[in-house]
Structure formats: C-alpha cells, structure tokens
C-alpha cells in the first residue's frame, strides 16, 4: 500500500524556519520525482519545488528560491523541504506528491501536477507577520 506522509508544519512568524518531511511507505523513491505543493485559501494549487530521485534535478517556483531548499535522504526513503524566511504569503496547507520519471520542471503546471501518482495528506504552514 502506497503511503506518503508529510509532516513538520506549524504556526511561525515571519522570518522563521521550518522544515517539512515527506515519509514514503510500501515503496521507494527509486525513479520518482517527488514534490511539494501549497494550496492556500481560495487560491490555486501551486508546485513549490520537486526533486528527481535519479539525477538531483529540482525545481523551485520563483517565490521561494533562494529561502525554500528541498533534499533527499534516499536511505530513509524521505524528502525534505527547508523552509526559511518564511513570509505571510507562505501560508498554505503543503502536500507532498510523486511522480515515477517526471521531469521536476513539470511541477510547474498544474495540468502534470494533477498527474502525479500518489499524494500524501497536507500539513498546514501558518506564518503570522
């Protein structure tokens, strides 16, 4: 049974960190691409960033580069998202997700974003300013 778990989020004010987990159970990241997405109220689904498994290859949406960093721990079949300086805007309910063999940039449009195989329950970023 496919599982992705993805935890770490929480209440910060601005300028604080966090750093979510996405914990992947009945398989392994082994030629997936898994991603971070942000639903914040009355707003669209967005890709955060996305990792390859095979290569490193990530991808990062404009508004987080340079404060948001995702990694993976292959061994321990889990992929992280750091998330520092955080703003208000970063609110959102986080939701990780994979993808066998997709391109990271893909995460980018949400027509392949709706494609990706399995999705873990979102844990909820709140930034107060």
């Known amino acids: 049974d496919v599982q992705l778990q993805a935890s770490g989020g929480g209440l910060v004010q601005a300028g604080a960190s966090l750093r979510l987990s996405c914990a992947a159970s009945?398989?392994?990241?082994?030629?997936?691409?898994v991603g971070w997405f942000r639903q914040a109220p009355g707003r669209e689904r967005e890709g955060v960033s996305c990792?390859?498994?095979?290569?490193?290859?990530?991808y990062y949406v404009d508004s987080v580069k340079g404060r948001f960093t995702i990694s993976s721990a292959n061994a321990k079949n889990t992929v992280y998202l750091q998330m520092n300086s955080l703003k208000p805007e970063d609110t959102a309910v986080y939701y990780c997700?994979?993808?066998?063999?997709?391109?990271?940039?893909?995460?980018?449009?949400?027509?392949?974003?709706?494609?990706?195989?399995?999705w873990g329950k979102g844990t909820l970023v709140t930034v107060s300013s």
């Open positions: 009945g398989f392994t990241f082994d030629d997936y691409t």
């Open positions: 990792i390859s498994s095979v290569d490193g290859s990530t």
């Open positions: 997700a994979v993808r066998r063999g997709m391109n990271p940039k893909l995460c980018s449009s949400l027509y392949y974003s709706n494609l990706m195989d399995s």
